[in-house]
């Protein structure tokens, strides 16, 4: 049986250009793949065939000599096969070779294409995290802090190359500088690391004693920090270029300081606002008065307490809480009373306060409205 056209087959006119050749041959390999086609049993003849025809088309030599011949270019009678020095097509050898081509194409991006995209020359250094501890009082007015990070940073002896002397690696034999090493397997060309660079690309012939080739040494640095007024816990500080240097001369990571406020025996804080709770005497309580509290800035204010504050009254200082971190009107402070009960009570004392309850009945309209709601239940229950 005649063999079919090979423009026929790939469905393109015969000036078609590599890019339509191309394009027909994806369109019809993946309308014909076996795999998608297994209750049909000529697919993968058929599939055969667009590949025989493509990989005779894609190739400038053959395409002409298959423009001027045809079919008999590649047959013995004209000069052992025309399409390839010595033999005409291979079967699948170059069929694999041909499908390779829309292999790179479907999943170049994802495998590292042919240009070498899985290549890893210089590597970029990690990126460093350092738990930084500060105290409230540093959190509010702010500070410049020296801290030691235990780091990789470039080697002074190979200048980061990793080779001896500093000098330049070499392309890597086995993969010719891909960083990828490919084996057919069937249909498909599977791309993998390459053994002898590990994706590198490159290799060092004599590498650097100092470094053993990595072109970065182990050393702790010292580093300036300066934390801004107003860091919270959980606030992270971003230092560009200050994390690992990179592998084989590649650009330094960065280093992420993450802030974490210790508890104040004081003030609790609460976002850009500070509480304090401040006791007070059952007397000035009742009685009104005025006391000083303190200040996260170091110093005190004054405060008028109201005669007859309950306990878990608030009041507010503004703008004596923490500063805001990205400008604006810094928080506020709030005041809480906590009045307290006396306690180790003389003689004396347990009269004054015995003699002061007979006369307190209309002085504590808290409790008498609870138990007036206290009796009143109880009565309800008895009818």
């Known amino acids: 049986m005649s063999k079919r056209d090979y423009y026929d087959l790939l469905g393109v006119e015969k000036g078609a250009s590599a890019d339509d050749l191309k394009k027909a041959y994806r369109k019809k390999a993946k309308e014909l793949h076996p795999d998608r086609n297994a209750d049909n049993p000529d697919a993968e003849a058929k599939f055969k065939e667009v590949n025989e025809a493509y990989e005779v088309l894609k190739d400038a030599d053959k395409k002409a000599a298959y423009d001027r011949y045809g079919h008999a270019a590649f047959e013995g009678g004209m000069g052992g096969g025309g399409g390839r020095p010595g033999g005409g097509f291979q079967g699948q050898g170059d069929f694999a070779s041909a499908f390779s081509d829309v292999f790179d194409d479907l999943f170049g991006d994802f495998m ?45 002896e190979c200048s980061g190359t990793g080779a001896e002397g500093g000098a330049e690696p070499v392309t890597c034999p086995t993969c010719s500088g891909m960083g990828k090493v490919r ?9 993998r690391t390459c053994p002898t660079c590990s994706g590198l690309g490159q290799i060092i012939k004599n590498p650097c004693a100092k470094c053993g080739g990595a072109g970065r040494v182990q050393k702790d640095r010292s580093l300036s920090v300066n934390i801004p007024a107003g860091v919270e816990t959980g606030t992270r500080i971003r230092l ?48 009104g008065g005025d006391i000083e509290v303190p200040t996260i800035d170091g110093g005190r204010s004054r405060v008028k307490i109201p005669g007859g504050s309950q306990s878990g009254r608030q009041m507010r200082l503004r703008g004596k809480g923490m500063p805001a971190l990205r400008g604006g009107p810094a928080g506020d402070m709030f005041i809480e009373l906590a009045v307290e009960t006396p306690v180790n009570l003389t003689s004396r004392q347990k009269e004054l306060l015995r003699e002061f309850e007979e006369l307190s009945e ?6 008498h409205s609870f138990f007036s709601s206290v009796k009143n239940f109880w009565d309800s229950m008895k009818g």
């Open 112 to 156: 590292g294409g042919r240009q070498g995209g899985g290549r890893q020359r210089a590597a970029r250094g990690a990126d460093l995290r350092y738990n930084l501890r500060v105290t409230l009082e540093e959190a509010y007015n702010g500070l410049q802090k020296t801290i030691n990070v235990p780091t990789s940073v470039q080697c002074d």
């Open 183 to 191: 084996a057919t397997q069937g249909f498909f060309t599977v791309e």
């Open 240 to 287: 560009a270029g200050e994390g690992e240097a990179g592998m084989r001369g590649g650009p330094p990571g960065d280093l992420y300081i993450f802030i974490d406020v210790k508890k104040h025996e004081i003030f609790e804080r609460d976002g850009p606002e500070l509480h304090c709770r401040v006791p007070v005497s059952m007397a000035t309580a009742a009685l």
């Open 362 to 367: 209309d002085n504590n309209p808290e409790s």
